[in-house]
């Protein structure tokens, strides 16, 4: 029999408030296998633990159940606790009597006093079948995969390396740099953009530690925290890089001239393009689907001209297999699609009215214009330009509900440009509410009011061409009057999306979305960058909406979590996993179905029964890196040969066991 | 604008939503992009996204007596717009019904007249008769050449009759009306 110690948290007036814990504290002693039962006001403070160690000794305790708050908030700290009193960590059972009785039933006190009676019996019957468990330990390669090369995958990856680990790099596009790069100047400071983000680009491609794969995608992640093994499929580019001195004669003399989708189709490109200067790395990539000598099998320029002899038409998508001990996610974001759904603006018809992101790359220097802000039905210079803001955002009816966070300061930003470019200009941005959330925004914000942009506070309810104007019917809300603006050129502050493919890609690597499909993180306030899989870490706008600050500050918080992974040449495995009894398990794999974490797989094992050949037969195995112990095997086994540690059928029932015979008594 | 215990009446969003089908009532945050597009805002006293932070504030007095209810056309541009997902048209409509339900159609006096005759044009001919309904209007509103420069185009486009033309089964119409009127 057991000898079960009962402590009950007054959690100063949470609990206690309403709550009469000496009264539960009384009650509980009388429970079968309790010898010791008290309550104290704090049991997470230093004398609160001190008391539980002294009861441990004093009155030889081996299971302790602690009535507190969620075990969320501090299993751990009484995990450990324990292993201070010499106890195995494990032979610890929580009751919630916080979220899940004090501050839910703060109307029915009485009811509440019972409930908390009734958890407490719970507590205690699972205690006194609790088992030590101890955990294992599994190897760590020390390597770090980073997937998506934008400021938040370059950040994380130059931090994880400058720690003295490998890195590998992975980018879908032709040169990494990312959203980053395609910005002019960046709120509320004016930093170029691309001359902030250009040397982290050179940096993270020169440094000895990171291996760079460009115009790559990850096909196949598997394994688990410290032990993964991902494929990437290197695509071809049909130039050879290791020849090719990116001297630029082939893009020059590309006969194809198609829309480019850097300049947001405000610009042209060649067939074999670099794109932009900056590019890293800086040689070109053949778009095999506008090539005239993949389409027509006639041309050649590039080939004939390459003086490095670098062409080859011939060249096949490359597979390579890494091993890595963590992951860092960091595929970025998309812009909302808007000329699908907002009929009211155009559906994309007028080519005067463009997104922000395509502002960004007409008001740059390097972009299609030369950095002049010109219409792009006419190249005439615009004198009146209105912004629309939420454009995306905020938008149940659009099936977007969120706010993207960074479009009320670009679009500042923007009006800013316009003024600062066009002398008599006239800017007009229509918002709904400002959002100037950072460090020197609402300064920012203030100046380009200043600086004469008129802010109108309403949605725009059409855009239409009439002439060469565009009409912009919309309402000024604090004045209750509607408004019409003919303006020249009009630019949609587009939200903020997942990224295209976010949902493959969360399902390769087996880690969850929210309903808007961006990742999600591990916990909303506390756990921001580390995911429900270990060992995948998430850095930037692939989680949700974030401006730069906030991106590279997650990126390096990602790769801080990275180093703390790897610094360990082994890891310990949480004992609460599954297993699968052997004798029982037929086989037949539906918890292979049901696990979430791909941590089941079939083994062929040898049996041998006494009297009989030994013959072979097919069960279950549980990966114990893989296994988070949801216990969704457990209920889907048909034979119950599956049973998770720490949460057994037996410790379960007793459980019920118990909340009945409340049921019962009363 | 007072917020005072007296002035307002918290049950009349809850009440206009379920009377209306409106779930989304409370989540307008007053884009304004139903007053932008709207045909008839600016002869409106309330613009239709002030109609809607009358309701959110409870002030059921001000919404019910105002111009904007009747001046409403129920063109539904708001409707569609709306980022909220809110039918503001037929909030408009469950507005004016209230409104008649409680005898305060003072600000829309012609519009309760007007839909009264076209109504009754309806249940007469089986289909609208516009110059009887036009004229019996004038009359009412003792303006008997109210409007009447506008005939000359309406004739020529032949747009109006002077004889009404009836659908077959009238009776069936009136039988709806009586089906109506019981209940």
């Known amino acids: 029999m057991s000898r079960i110690g009962v402590f009950i948290c007054w959690c100063g007036s949470n609990i206690g408030g309403l709550l009469n814990c000496p009264a539960i504290a009384e009650e509980a002693a009388s429970f079968p296998g309790v010898v010791f039962s008290t309550d104290y006001k704090y049991l997470c403070s230093d004398p609160g633990q001190k008391m539980i160690v002294e009861a441990v000794s004093g009155y030889r305790l081996d299971r302790v159940v602690v009535a507190s708050c969620s075990p969320r908030l501090h299993e751990e700290t009484f ?77 994380a990856a130059l931090d994880v390396a400058d720690a003295g680990l490998e890195v590998v790099l992975v980018e879908r596009a032709p040169t990494i740099g990312g959203n980053m790069v395609k910005l002019d100047k960046t709120f509320p400071t004016f930093d170029c953009s691309a001359c902030i983000s250009a040397p982290k680009m050179a940096a993270v491609a020169k440094h000895p530690k990171v291996k760079l794969y460009t115009y790559a995608q990850v096909e196949e992640i598997t394994g688990y925290v410290g032990n993964f093994q991902a494929r990437i499929r290197q695509r071809a580019r049909f130039v050879d890089h290791t020849k090719c001195t990116g001297c630029g004669t082939c893009w020059t003399r590309c006969p194809t001239s198609v829309p480019d989708e850097f300049n947001e189709g405000l610009g042209k490109r060649a067939a074999i393009y670099i794109p932009f200067p900056q590019a890293v790395p800086n040689k070109p990539v053949i778009d095999a689907t506008n090539c005239r000598q993949f ?372 | 604008m007072l917020l005072g215990k007296s002035q307002i009446d918290p049950g009349f969003l809850a009440s206009t939503a379920r009377a209306s089908g409106q779930d989304t009532l409370s989540h307008c945050y007053q884009c304004g992009k139903c007053t932008a597009g709207c045909p008839t805002a600016f002869a409106m006293d309330y613009k239709p996204n002030q109609i809607i932070r009358l309701l959110q504030l409870g002030h059921k007095e001000k919404a019910l007596g105002s111009r904007a209810i009747w001046v409403c056309a129920g063109c539904f541009t708001c409707t569609t717009r709306c980022p909220c997902g809110i039918d503001i048209a037929q909030v408009m409509d469950n507005l004016r019904i209230v409104a008649r339900q409680e005898g305060r159609t003072g600000q829309g006096k012609r519009a309760v007249l007007f839909n009264e005759l076209f109504l009754r044009s309806v249940r007469r001919n089986g289909r609208v008769f516009e110059t009887g309904v036009v004229a019996a209007f004038n009359l009412k509103i003792g303006k008997p050449l109210h409007d009447t420069e506008l005939a000359r185009f309406m004739l020529k486009g032949r747009k109006l009759r002077f004889v009404p033309v009836r659908i077959r089964k009238t009776a069936e119409m009136a039988g709806l009306f009586a089906k109506r009127k019981k209940g």
């Open chain 1, 79 to 155: 995990r450990e606790m324990l292993k201070r009193a010499g106890l195995n960590p494990y032979c610890l059972e929580m009751a919630n009597l916080r979220e899940h009785c004090s501050w839910v039933h703060q109307h029915a006190q009485e009811a509440a006093q019972r409930k908390a009676v009734d958890l407490v019996r719970r507590a205690v019957a699972k205690a006194a079948l609790l088992e030590p468990l101890s955990p294992n330990r599994i190897p760590v390669t020390k390597r770090c995969l980073v997937i998506g090369g934008g400021i938040a995958g370059i950040q």
């Open chain 1, 295 to 666: 389409a027509e099998g006639k041309c050649g320029v590039c080939e004939k001209l390459c003086p490095a002899g670098a062409i080859d038409y011939t060249q096949k998508d490359e597979i390579i297999e890494v091993e890595v001990g963590a992951v860092v996610v960091a595929t970025g974001f998309g812009l909302f699609p808007w000329e699908k759904v907002y009929g009211e603006y155009g559906y994309g018809r007028y080519p005067d009215v463009i997104t922000g992101m395509g502002f960004e790359r007409l008001v740059t220097a390097a972009g299609p214009t030369s950095g002049k802000i010109l219409r792009p039905s006419d190249g005439k210079e615009p004198k009146t330009v209105v912004f629309i803001q939420c454009i995306g955002s905020r938008d149940e009816a659009k099936g977007k509900e969120y706010c993207s966070r960074v479009c009320c300061m670009y679009t500042a930003k923007h009006a800013h440009q316009v003024l600062e470019k066009i002398l008599d200009a006239r800017v007009y941005v229509f918002y709904i509410d400002m959002r100037t959330f950072g460090k020197g925004y609402e300064e920012f914000y203030r100046r380009v009011q200043d600086e004469g942009v008129v802010y109108i506070r309403g949605r725009v309810s059409k855009v239409f061409q009439e002439g060469s104007k565009l009409v912009v019917k919309g309402a000024d809300t604090l004045l209750g009057e509607q408004v019409e603006i003919a303006a020249e050129m009009v630019v949609l502050a587009t939200g903020v999306v997942a990224a295209e493919g976010a949902h493959d890609v969360a399902r390769m690597i087996g880690i969850s979305v929210d309903k808007d499909g961006f990742f999600q993180e591990a916990h909303p306030k506390l756990r921001p960058v580390e995911t429900h899989t270990g060992g995948v870490f998430l850095a930037g706008a692939c989680q949700a909406p974030k401006d730069i600050p906030d991106t590279v500050a997650q990126a390096s918080g990602a790769a801080g979590k990275v180093c703390a992974l790897l610094s360990k040449d082994d890891l310990e495995t949480d004992p609460l996993v599954s297993h699968v009894n052997n004798a029982l398990c037929t086989g037949c794999l539906a918890c292979q179905g049901v696990c979430p974490y791909r941590a089941i797989q079939p083994v062929t094992i040898t049996e041998r029964l006494p009297g009989r050949p030994p013959r072979e037969r097919v069960v279950a195995r549980v990966n114990e890196g893989l296994c988070q112990g949801c216990g969704a095997c457990t209920v889907a086994c048909p034979p119950g040969a599956v049973d998770l540690s720490g949460f057994t059928n037996e410790q379960l029932l007793a459980e019920v066991d118990a909340f009945c015979l409340c049921a019962r008594t009363r």
